[in-house]
C-alpha cells in the first residue's frame, strides 16, 4: 500500500524545547531573518470538503481517533481544520470534557506548536508512541483528553497530526501506514462536479471492500430530512464487496487503470449507460445500481490509484447558479484565449444552453464580416436531446462520461452535429474544448483570425491527466 510522501525542505535546525518562541524562530541559513515562511514552498492548502474527506479518510484507513490539519499561513503555521472519530465522540460523551482534543488545540495553541513545525522542517514523520513519556508541547492536554499516541506527517502546505485515545482498540508502535489518496481527484469531484459523496475501495483478499467514505454535509442534511432511517450510498456500500476479477466498475477500473463513468437514465430510463472497455453494462451487472438511483445520484465515477479506487457520485438536480455560471464562462475564456464559451444544461435528459459569453474582440471580428450572431447564440437553437443515444454527439457523450472533450478541428469533426459543424465553418470556429461541471458541461472554442488563442492540442488548454482527444 502507498503512503504519503514528501520532498525533504532544505535542511533546518529544529526549534529547542525549551525557550521557544515560535514567533521569532528563524532558518540559520536565511540572511534576512525572515521567521518561518521562508523556510519551506508548497502547494496551495487544502480547502472544503476536500480536505474535510481527507482528514476522515486518514482516520477510516488508520484507526486514528482524531486529525488535525495545521497549515503554513503567513508567518505562522496553525491549526485549520480536524476530524473527529464518532467512536472518540462516544468516548467524549461519557465524560465531562467541554470539547474534544483537536478542538481544544485549536484554541490552545495560538501561534504554532513545536512538534508539528519540527515535521514541517525536516520533512519527515514523527511518532509519539507514549504521550505520557514524551516532551510534547502539548502533552498535558492530550493527557487531559484520553490521547495516548500521536503521529505526525507532512501534508500537502502544511502537517496533519493525527492520534488515538487510551480507550481506543488502535494502539501503534510504528509509524502507521497509510493510503495516499488521490486529492486532486477529490477535488475536482466536489469542487468541479458537485460530488455529495467519496468512497475509497481497498482489495481485501479477492474482494473489493469499503475501506474510508466521506459524505459532503449538504448531502447528509438532506438525505435526514427526506428519510429517518438513516440509511445512505454510504451505509448501502459498506454492506457490499466487489470480486476482484469481476465484471463491476471497481475492478474494472484497476483492471483497466483508467477510470470508469456509470451513468444513469441515458437511455430508456431503465438501463445504466457505462462506458466499460468496449462496451456497456446493465444494472444488472452493478450492485449499486439500484442503491444510487435511490438516493438520487445520476453519475458515478471510479477512479484507480495505486491504492485502490476513489469512487464519487453526482446528483442529478445539482447546476451552476447564474452568478457562478457567468464568471466560469467569463473566466475560462480570458484563461484559454478562447472566442467563446457556454454552458449546456443537463435537463431531463436534455441538453440546453443556459448561458453564454462572447470575448468581445470575437464579437468585433464577427461584426467587422457582417455577422449578427455568434456560433454560441446560433447554437440555441441547435441543442441536442442525449436521451436514446448518450453518445450521439459531442456534448452528449461528455454529458455521458464525464470526460473532457478536445475538437481540434470543429469544421470537420465527426463527433460534433452536422448543424453545428456547419455553423461552425460559418461562423469561423475553430477548435473546440468540452470539460464536465456541476450540472452539465462547459463549451469553449477559439476562432479564425487573430483575435483568439490557436491550440494544437488538448495540452494548450486542459491539463494531461485529463485528455480524452478526437
Request: proline share 6%; glycine share 8%; aromatic share 8%.
Amino acid at each position: 500500500m502507498i503512503t504519503d510522501q514528501s520532498t525533504p525542505p532544505p535542511a533546518a535546525v529544529v526549534p529547542p524545547e525549551e525557550g521557544y518562541d515560535p514567533t521569532t524562530w528563524v532558518l540559520p541559513s536565511d540572511p534576512t531573518g525572515q521567521s518561518l515562511p521562508a523556510c519551506i514552498a508548497r502547494g496551495v492548502p487544502l480547502t472544503g470538503d476536500t480536505l474535510a474527506a481527507a482528514l476522515k479518510i486518514r482516520c477510516d484507513t488508520s484507526g486514528a481517533s482524531y486529525a488535525i490539519y495545521w497549515a503554513k499561513q503567513r508567518s505562522e503555521v496553525l491549526w485549520v481544520a480536524s476530524y473527529v472519530s464518532a467512536d472518540y465522540q462516544q468516548e467524549l460523551k461519557r465524560s465531562a470534557l467541554p470539547n474534544d482534543y483537536a478542538t481544544a488545540s485549536k484554541e490552545t495553541v495560538e501561534h504554532g506548536d513545536r512538534d508539528v513545525l519540527t515535521v514541517l522542517l525536516t520533512g519527515e514523520p514523527v511518532l509519539v508512541d507514549n504521550v505520557g513519556a514524551s516532551s510534547m508541547q502539548r502533552r498535558e492536554l492530550a493527557l487531559k483528553y484520553g490521547v495516548s499516541t500521536i503521529a505526525f506527517a507532512p501534508f500537502e502546505d502544511g502537517v496533519v497530526e493525527f492520534g488515538t485515545t487510551a480507550a481506543s482498540t488502535t494502539q501503534w508502535s510504528a509509524m502507521p501506514q497509510v493510503p495516499a489518496v488521490p486529492k486532486e481527484v477529490m477535488r475536482r469531484a466536489f469542487e468541479e462536479l458537485g460530488a455529495l459523496y467519496v468512497i475509497f475501495w481497498s482489495r481485501d483478499g479477492e474482494r473489493y471492500r469499503v475501506a474510508a467514505d466521506y459524505e459532503v454535509p449538504s448531502s447528509v442534511n438532506a438525505r435526514l430530512r427526506r428519510r429517518s432511517d438513516g440509511a445512505s450510498i454510504l451505509s448501502n456500500a459498506r454492506q457490499r464487496s466487489f470480486p476482484v476479477g469481476g465484471a463491476g466498475p471497481v475492478a474494472m477500473a484497476v483492471q483497466s487503470g483508467e477510470e470508469q463513468v456509470v451513468s444513469f437514465g441515458l437511455e430508456d430510463g431503465g438501463e445504466v449507460a457505462s462506458k466499460l472497455g468496449a462496451g456497456h453494462i446493465s444494472r444488472d451487472g452493478l450492485e449499486l445500481a439500484q442503491a444510487a438511483m435511490e438516493f438520487g445520484i445520476k453519475t458515478m465515477h471510479f477512479v484507480p490509484f495505486e491504492g485502490g479506487v476513489i469512487e464519487y457520485g453526482v446528483a442529478g438536480e445539482a447546476e451552476l447558479t447564474d452568478v457562478t455560471m457567468e464568471a466560469t464562462l467569463k473566466m475560462q475564456c480570458e484563461a484559454s484565449g478562447a472566442a467563446y464559451a457556454m454552458y449546456w444544461k443537463d435537463t431531463r435528459g436534455v441538453a440546453v444552453v443556459a448561458g453564454s459569453y462572447i470575448n468581445p474582440d470575437h464579437t468585433a471580428q464577427l461584426l467587422r464580416n457582417g455577422m449578427r450572431l455568434s456560433f454560441a447564440e446560433a447554437s440555441l437553437s441547435i441543442a441536442k436531446n442525449w436521451q436514446g443515444s448518450p453518445l450521439a454527439c459531442a456534448v452528449g457523450t461528455v454529458l455521458a462520461t464525464r470526460k473532457p472533450l478536445f475538437i481540434k478541428d470543429a469544421k470537420t469533426s465527426g463527433v460534433l452535429s452536422p448543424q453545428r459543424v456547419l455553423a461552425a465553418r460559418e461562423y469561423g470556429i475553430d477548435s473546440i474544448c468540452m470539460v464536465p461541471v456541476l450540472g452539465g458541461v462547459v463549451e469553449y472554442g477559439t476562432s479564425d483570425g487573430p483575435c483568439t488563442a490557436t491550440w494544437h492540442s488538448f495540452e494548450d488548454v486542459c491539463s494531461e491527466d485529463r485528455k480524452s482527444v478526437v
